[in-house]
Each structure stands twice: as C-alpha cells, then as structure tokens.
C-alpha cells in the first residue's frame, strides 16, 4: 500500500491568504456601500437641479420681474438668519457626530444639539422683533408681511438643513437625497399653487415656499426621531458636546454677518443703482447659472464630507489630518474640472438654455450665464478648502478669508452695478471668487505645512 504524501502548508501562508480574503471582502464592502451611496446622492441632486430649472420656469411665468425682485430682496434678508444662527449651529451640529459616534455618546450628543436649537430659536424670535419694529419706525409697515413670511421661511430651512446634516453624517443617504430631490418640486409647486389661486405677489410665492419647508420639515422629523430612537442607548462618557459645538462653530457666526452682507449686496446694489426690475432679471440668471453649479459640486462634498470627517476623527492624528488633506487637493481639482466644462457649454447653448428655463422677457442677460456659472463653481472649489479645514478643526483659521473676501466682495458688487449694472455685478462674482478660492487654497495648505 502506497502512503499518500501529506502536503505541509506553513501556518503564515495560511494567515496570508485568509488575510487577503478579508481585506478583499471589506474592500468591496466599502466600495459597494460608496457606489451605493453615491447612487442616492446623484439621484437626489438631479432631481434637485431639474426641479429648480422647471421651478424658476413656472415662477417667473406668474410673476413679471419687479414683482420676482421683491421676491429675490426679501431672501436675501432673511438669510442673515441661516448666516449668523442656523447656519454656524448646522455645521457643527454635523461636525461632531462622528467624534460622538467614535465615543459611543451619540445620545448626549443628540440632547446637546436639541438644546443648541432651541436656544437658537430664540434668538431668530428676537431677530424677527426687531426687524418688525424696524420696519414700523421707518414706515415701511408693508413690508411687514414679506418680511416675516422670509423669516419663517428660512428658519424651517435652517431646521431641515441640521436634520439633514445629521443624517448626511450619519451616511443614511437615501433619506437625504429623498428630501433633496423633492424639495425644489414642493417648494415651487406650491408657490405657483399659491398664487395661482391667491394672488401674483412676491409675498404670497414666499408664503408657499414656507408652506412646503414645512411639510418637509414634518417628514425629516419623522426619520430623525428614528435615528434618536436607535441610539439613546449610548454609554454616557460624560463629554459636554454642547460646549465643543459652540467652540467649533462660534467662527461661522463671526464671519456670518459679513458673509450674509455679501450676499445681499448684489441684488441691493442692483436695487439702489439700477432698478427692481434689474434684481429680476438678476435673480433669475444667478438661479439658472450659479446655484446648479454650486448644486453640482455640492453633490461631491455631500457624498465626501462625511468620509473626510470620520476620516479626521476629532484631529488629534497627524497622519490622519494629512490624508484628509490629500483627498481635499483631489475634490479641489474637480470641481475646477468640472467648472471649466460647466463654462464651456453655456458659452455654447446659454440662450437655449434661458429659451427653456425661462420666460421670454428675460432673454436678454443670457449671454452672462457662462460667467455666472464660473463664479459659482470657482467659490465651490474655494468652499471644498474650507471643508479641509473643518475637517481638522481649524475653523479659526478661516476667520480672516472669510471676513476680508467678504468685504472685497462688497466693494466690488457696488461698484460693479454702478458701473455695469447686472454685467458689472457679475464680473464682480467672479473676481471675488477667485480671490476666494485662491486664498483659501493657500490657508488650507499653510496649516497643514505646520502640522
């Protein structure tokens, strides 16, 4: 009887190749749950993008562009709300989730970012006082409606936009891109709802868009309350996430009232150099140009900031911070990409565009699409940089280029609708975003350099 040979595998070999098996495995895990990801958020952000294109359609056909001008001025007002409360609370709010998760402590976290709200809350009540009573003294009580309907409008938003950061942190992108995709439909579906049935006012649109924040705001509840359900749990490690979220965020309400004149200063600069008419036709360029470019890089930054946080952790890692880094140059090369392609074609198809997306009468400005959609995509880059440094919890360093580019900005908007109108605004745009982007590109790489 012939013995058979037994083959001796070294024990090394065979934790080599186990090894590889598991690596292979998480690895797809990890590729999968990105593609999977990336899916929703694509998704989401389309149907974000068409709905809006079709919205400022729907809307500048019920509403001439005086009357669309008031509407643009009243936004830009009651932005200083989401720039200097709402706005700073949100991003801290979603910075921390995942040092809380890496803790185990996102049940105090949670009860933290609930008691932040409420106080914040308070603070647009007393903001809403005192622009009604502004009003009152100046004598411009008709604006008082307008003026709360904006303010109830973008204190929902600023709601929505926490929950939603939460839940985007928390990589639960279905939910998210539900939300975001549907939005722009409800918003400007019942404003044209509205004042179809009402009247053809700019406070009557203003007052469907609040209607619909609201309804979203309910279903956004409904799927955070889950999320707090699942985790309250949590092992209390005795951390006061109140205090480090009011530490990270503080800068963002520093710069927030510049950043917040900034953008209201091209359609006021509009407004008191040209005329109300001009803020429409403005508004309705900046809608078709800007904000689907800022959309579209926006979608990158919302499927990768959650990685890049968790990725930071809460910044104590050199090494990590530098990986972090490394992944922002990458996106801060794509969105320029993206923005050079953007330019290309609206220098192409900018008056089919306008011919689609808006009614005749606004026509004649569309030969600035191109370069509003360059000033879009060269401060999206720039706000890619920033992400790097809220990454690594250098928001402090971001005081100085947000509060000196603010104030460029400024001048140039004034100046330029003195001298160019809506052209002049324009240009303006992107002048200040490219001082924008370039110099948070530098200051992003600057304090990785002293690490």
Not at 62 to 79: F, I, K, M, Q
Not at 112 to 124: E, P, R, S
Not at 393 to 398: A, H, I, N, V, W
Request: glycine share 8%; net charge positive; hydrophobic share 55%.
């Amino acid at each position: 009887m012939v013995k058979k040979k037994r083959i001796f595998i070294p024990i090394w070999l065979l934790w080599i190749v186990k090894a590889g098996h598991i690596f292979k495995t998480i690895r797809f895990a990890r590729i999968s749950r990105f593609y999977k990801e990336g899916c929703w958020i694509v998704l989401g952000q389309i149907s974000a993008v068409i709905g809006t294109l079709f919205g400022v359609r729907l809307i500048t056909e019920l509403l001439d562009p005086a009357a669309y001008g008031e509407l643009a001025l009243s936004l830009a007002v009651a932005t200083v709300i989401n720039q200097t409360v709402l706005g700073p609370l949100s991003n801290g709010v979603t910075r921390f989730y995942a040092p809380a998760q890496e803790f185990s402590d996102l049940g105090n976290y949670l009860n933290a970012a609930y008691k932040l709200l409420l106080f914040a809350t308070g603070v647009v009540i007393l903001i809403a006082l005192v622009a009604l009573a502004v009003l009152l003294v100046t004598g411009r009580a008709e604006w008082q409606a307008l003026t709360i309907s904006s303010i109830v409008f973008a204190t929902l938003s600023g709601y929505n936009v926490i929950f939603s950061g939460i839940q985007n942190a928390a990589r639960q992108r279905a939910i998210v891109a539900l939300h975001q995709g549907i939005e722009p439909w409800l918003r400007f579906g019942l404003a044209a709802s509205f004042l179809f049935w009402l009247s053809a006012t700019s406070t009557v649109a203003i007052a469907g868009y609040a209607a619909a924040t609201l309804i979203l705001l309910g279903s956004q509840f409904v799927f955070f309350q889950k999320l707090t359900l699942n985790n309250v749990n949590d092992l209390n490690v005795g951390k006061s996430w109140g205090n480090d979220i009011l530490k990270y965020s503080w800068p963002f309400a520093s710069w927030g009232l510049f950043s917040w004149a900034l953008i209201v200063s091209d359609r006021w600069a509009l407004e008191f150099f040209v005329s109300t008419r001009e803020v429409g036709l403005y508004a309705v360029l900046f809608q078709l140009g800007y904000q689907p470019v800022s959309m579209a890089t926006g979608m990158v930054v919302q499927l990768l900031s959650p990685i890049l946080f968790q990725r930071a952790g809460d910044a104590s890692d050199a090494l990590r911070n530098v990986n972090v880094n490394n992944l922002s140059w990458m996106l801060f090369l794509l969105s320029l990409s993206m923005t050079g392609v953007l330019f290309l074609i609206a220098l192409v198809f900018h008056e089919n565009i306008f011919n689609i997306f808006a009614a005749k009468e606004y026509v004649s400005i569309s030969y600035l699409l191109p370069w509003i959609m360059l000033a879009g995509g060269l401060f999206a880059a720039g706000q890619v940089m920033s992400l790097n440094l809220m990454s690594q919890m250098k928001t402090r360093d971001m005081v100085t280029v947000k509060i000196a580019t603010s104030i460029f900005g400024i001048v140039f908007n004034f100046a330029g609708a003195y001298l160019f109108g809506v052209a002049g605004v324009v240009y303006a745009g992107v002048l200040f975003s490219l001082v924008y982007s370039v110099w948070m590109a530098v200051t992003s790489q600057n304090v990785v350099a002293k690490q």
